[in-house]
C-alpha cells in the first residue's frame, strides 16, 4: 500500500452522551466540531495543536490523535516513515462533551484516509470497532463516527451501533463551565449496584426519550431524561452542574448532565433555546447548537 499526497483534513462532531437516563448506550452527535490534519512525510513526527486545551496537549508520541493513527496504521498492516499532524480544537476538554472521542475517532479517520484504499481495508464499522477499544466505551464514539443519535452496546467484546432518527425540531442547549472534571473520578462514584426499581424506571425512559426524540414531541422531554443511574451519585464532584439541572427541570426544561459532566445540556425546541440562557451560572458558557446529522468526515484531501 502506498500513501496518499497530503494533508488531509478531518472533522469531527462534539458529542453528548446518556442524555440522562441511556447511560453508556445513547450518544448525540453536536455541531461544534474539531479538525484534525496530517501528511506523511520522511521523517519524524511534527505535532501542531490550536484551540482549547493547546497548552495542555501533548506533541510527541503521547498525543491522544497521534496514538490512535499509529493503531490505525498497524491495524491497516502500514507503517508511515514520518507524521506531521495539525488539531484545531474547539470542543473544550474534560468537560463531557466528548473531546476525547473526538480526538480517537479523528486519528483512526485521519490514518485511513491517508492510506490509498483505506477506507476499503478499514470500513466503517472496523474503524468504529477500533476507536471505541481505544476510548474503552463506545457511547461518545458511535455518535462522533455516524453522527445525529446513536445507540451503542458491546457484545462479546464487539462493539455495535444502531441510528436513532431525531425530530426536525429538536434543539440542544450546553451549559459549559470554566472548570474540568475527570471522567475517572466521575466514574468512580458510581455504586456497584442500583435497585432493581431504579434500574426499570431507567429504562423505561430511555425507550422513552428515543421514541420522543424521533418524533419531535418536546412536550415530554423533561419526563423522558428522568435519569436513576448515574447523576445524582456524580452529585459530589459537580454540586454546581447538578443545582443547575435541578434549577432548569424545576422550570419545566429536559436537563441533563452532558456524558461525566460537569457540562449540562438541555434538550428543548427553538423556543427553549430562547428561554433558557437566562440560567446560565456567572462563568459559565452558554452554547445553543444544533444537532450534527453527520459524523466524522474527510473535509479536504484524501
Not at 494533508?7 to 442524555?19: D, I
Not at 437516563?21 to 445513547?26: C, H, R, V
Not at 490505525?72 to 495539525?86: M, Q, S, T
Not at 472496523?126 to 457484545?155: I, K, M, S
Request: a negative charge; proline letters at 8%.
Amino acid at each position: 500500500m502506498t500513501f496518499v499526497p497530503g494533508p488531509v483534513v478531518v472533522q469531527v462532531p462534539a458529542t453528548s452522551a446518556n442524555l440522562g437516563p441511556g447511560f453508556d448506550a445513547l450518544g448525540l452527535a453536536l455541531d461544534l466540531h474539531d479538525t484534525v490534519g496530517g501528511s506523511v512525510v520522511s521523517g519524524g513526527l511534527r505535532v501542531e495543536v490550536q484551540g482549547e486545551a493547546a497548552d495542555e496537549v501533548p506533541r510527541d508520541e503521547h498525543n491522544l490523535v497521534v496514538r490512535s493513527m499509529r493503531a490505525a496504521f498497524d491495524a491497516l498492516g502500514v507503517e508511515p516513515p514520518g507524521l506531521e499532524v495539525r488539531c484545531t480544537n474547539a470542543i473544550p476538554h474534560g468537560r463531557g462533551l466528548g473531546s476525547s472521542a473526538a480526538a480517537i475517532v479523528g486519528g483512526v479517520h485521519l490514518a485511513r484516509a491517508l492510506v490509498e484504499g483505506g477506507r476499503s481495508r478499514l470500513p466503517d464499522h472496523a474503524a468504529f470497532q477500533l476507536a471505541a477499544d481505544l476510548e474503552g466505551h463506545p457511547d461518545n464514539v458511535a455518535a462522533a463516527c455516524f453522527g445525529g443519535l446513536t445507540v451503542a452496546w458491546r457484545e462479546d467484546a464487539v462493539c455495535h451501533a444502531a441510528p436513532a432518527q431525531v425530530g426536525p425540531g429538536i434543539r440542544t442547549v450546553a451549559f459549559v463551565p470554566p472548570v474540568p472534571l475527570s471522567t475517572e473520578l466521575a466514574r468512580n462514584l458510581l455504586p456497584a449496584t442500583v435497585p432493581h426499581a431504579e434500574a426499570a424506571a431507567d429504562a423505561g425512559r430511555a425507550a422513552l426519550l428515543v421514541a420522543t426524540l424521533a418524533t419531535g414531541w418536546t412536550g415530554k422531554l423533561p419526563a423522558a431524561t428522568r435519569d436513576w443511574l448515574h447523576q445524582e451519585y456524580r452529585r459530589p464532584a459537580m454540586p454546581e452542574s447538578l443545582e443547575l439541572v435541578d434549577a432548569l427541570r424545576a422550570a419545566g426544561h429536559a436537563a441533563v448532565v452532558s456524558g461525566a459532566g460537569p457540562t449540562v445540556l438541555v434538550l428543548t425546541d427553538g423556543a427553549g433555546v430562547a428561554r433558557v440562557p437566562g440560567f446560565t451560572p456567572a462563568g459559565w458558557a452558554c452554547w445553543p447548537l444544533e444537532v450534527a446529522d453527520t459524523g466524522a468526515r474527510v473535509v479536504s484531501g484524501g
